[in-house]
């Protein structure tokens, strides 16, 4: 073992006083500092001493260089793992909580060795959700390996081989003559000539904190990882260990919801059934988030699925943007779909499909064993997948708005895009839509449709609750992001801010959101009660899409619409495009006073679900999927289209009276349904493989919703208390 050692280094007492901000006098339980310093770890463990301690290590990083580390030991009990697993994460926990409140710093990520995370298993799980730090996994060895790996450097031989060996062998175990140290006569009977050269816990800690280190990239968020024919190798291929402890998962949704994914679960691990989702692209927009999750989660249950993305095109995702917003009838009337589009949309589809298609790919016989094909990018691959395995179940999943007004308009650039998408969807057994009137075109067959909203996770970047020091330093990276594009600052925590978080684009409603905004702003100012100089921000913000090239466009016409025609407000509007890291819009959120979603058009838009979760209730428009989320006059409010002088009473309502926002503010954050969580959207994905491929089972649920059809095939009908979207009055076909 290595010698017991503290942490040394000193914080320095100026700098915390620089860097300390004073709230408000309004607002005095708000600390914080005006940024915080990005560090990284690495933590090992080993038993020492017969059994009866455990040595616990932890170097830090600044992404550069060792700054500081620490060795101590804890009493080990080998009989009470469960007492002994507790301690080990309590003294983990507590020594990283302190070193970054003593020297002002933020862990991003840690390396945790695999010989530390048997002895405490649910210690990833606690770094993520109490700390928010990334935890990443190593096997990182008692002893020293000889690395195989960088085979273009001089003078490095194989130590077993002794020649040059190809990446990714599994590295040898470097050993050493005791002959070179000592004499060899004086050596037991029973000890070989060679033997392995120790590397103590601290050395195994400072060995995960640089590898760490490699998994993060620009912007220090974690780098996406593609795998082998372009597979989304989702945290990092299983090496990121968000959630451990399933329990975490079972804690987010009624036991109703829990009992019937188990029942599923269990019959898709007996029968080893395989599934498999193809969406467009791996990060960026609901699709991508709601994908992560759900591997995430299959992953932890041991389900078998997987996820596929094709080579990103940058011609191809200009005319799917198109697509999509022809779709929406929000794109221009004369943007048509050219046969030049077609023909490059259908040769890229192509030229991915074939990868999948061949000997060993994920559609080809062997392969997966339910398809599931994501939103109008991909239909594509359907009859394609239909010619190599006739046999195959194949769902398609419509996330977004598709205009059954204006689809069966002759000649409408609506009618143009839509017949020639359907002309590869028509081929699946199923096709699913957002619960929301007039999505689905009357061409879809009535037995064929299915409906599910979109999902969101609880316990991810996005949902999970940030700790006031945590939450302290996104917002500080917010203020550094503001500063860099000399954008307005977001005078938080002096001032109150209102949110509306959403991609840059069309449907959105942006405009709608600074009109509101304006007219608030002329209500709070006829309010003796109120200073205008201490009335709330507007901030407009969102991440942005691999494939959605529109977003700096509507971006400018947002500024120049702010500058030109509410330039008196202009100083207290923030309008960000945001890099794309969850936990910033997570803190971004949850430090607003509520939020908007004034779309003028929409699909489901969980955005709204994440708020009310967060207890931030929600003024938003009748559009879409949002009214189902928001109960009208608890949750938030409804508004029609357009309707900004509403949304402005609303605004200046929530705003002055405390008893009604705080009333709105528990509601909305205690009703929202298992529906639009990853684990009752699990539900519905596992329901379909279990009844296709199971049971044999091709289903006719004429408009039926997922997850009632799966709660009463687990027998777990949903209980009267129990929080569901509504039901009624909905006719999705148009």
Known sequence: MAPPHQFTSKPSDAVRRRLSSVASSKRPNVVGYASLTPMWAGIAGAVINNQTEFEVAISIHDSVYNTDFASS????????????????EEHVLRALRTFANEHLCKFLGAGVTLSLLREAPNLCTRLWLELDIVPIVFNIK???TDSLTRPNIKHRISSTTGSYVPSGTETPTVYYDPAQLQDSTKLGASVGNKLPIPRTVDEQADSAARKCIMYFGPGNNPRLSIGPRNQVAVDAGGKIHLIDDIDEYRKTVHETTWRAVNKLGDELREKKIK???FSSTPQGGGVALMRHALIRFFNLLDVDCAWY???????????TKNNHNILQGVADPNLRLTKEAKDNFDAWILKNGLRWTAEGGPLAPGGVDIVFVDDPQMPGLIPLIRKVRPDVPIIYRSHIEIRSDLVHIAGSPQEEVWKYLWNNIQHADLFISHPVNKFVPSDVPPEK???????TDWLDGLNKELSPWDSQYYMGEFRSLCAKEKMNDLKWPERDYIVQIARFDPSKGIPNVIDSYAKFRKLLAADPDFDDDDAPQMLICGHGAVDDPDASIIYDQVINLIHSNYAEYAKDFV??????????????????????????REGFEVKVSEALHAGKPVIASRTGGIPLQIVDGKSGYLCDVGDNEGVAKHMYDLYTDDQLFNEMSEYARTHVSDEVSTVGNALAWMYLAVMYVSRGVKLQPKGAWLNDLARNETGEP???DEPRLPRGGLNVQG
Do not use: W
């Not at 030991?73 to 080990?88: F, G, R």
């Open 73 to 88: 030991t804890v009493k080990y009990d080998p009989n009470n793992p469960e007492s002994q697993a507790s301690i080990i």
């Open 142 to 144: 008692p002893f020293h």
């Open 275 to 277: 599934m498999g989702f």
């Open 309 to 319: 993305v094709p080579n990103p095109s940058p011609s191809v995702f200009r005319t």
């Open 449 to 455: 449709l299915t409906l599910l909203g979109a999902a």
């Open 575 to 600: 309008v960000m495009r945001c890099p794309p890291s969850d936990q910033l819009l997570n803190a971004l959120m949850a430090n607003s006073k509520f939020a908007l979603q004034l779309s003028t």
């Open 718 to 720: 949903y209980q009267p």
